[in-house]
């Protein structure tokens, strides 16, 4: 088994835009949520090779457990140690 630490991980957000026209106001929807960072983006990558995989570092508590379950889905390991706070976030959401 391999594993991966991200001492900083992310929520990234995965926004599409239909009908896009530059210069226009133009309206996105979140499409997709997952766990990320550098860590586990390599682990993301060893999982695709094949290769048994478990991502370490730093998970926020109110996150709950929407990031290991992203992780899970994707058949990595999570041991994270909970730290107070949140989990940064890559991308826009809409209002």
Do not use: H, W, Y
């Not at 088994?1 to 106001?25: L, Q, S």
């Amino acid at each position: 088994m391999i594993a991966t630490v991200t001492m900083n991980p992310a929520i990234d957000k995965t926004m599409t835009i239909p009908g896009f026209a530059a210069g226009a106001t133009n309206r996105g929807a979140v499409e997709q949520v997952d766990a990320g960072g550098k860590g586990i983006n390599v682990a993301n990558a060893l999982r695709q090779l094949g290769c048994p995989v478990v991502a370490l570092g730093f998970q926020a508590e109110r996150d709950g457990g929407a990031f290991s379950d992203s992780l899970a889905a994707r058949g990595i390991l999570p041991d994270f140690v909970k730290v107070p706070g949140e989990t940064r976030g890559n991308g826009i959401v809409p209002s």
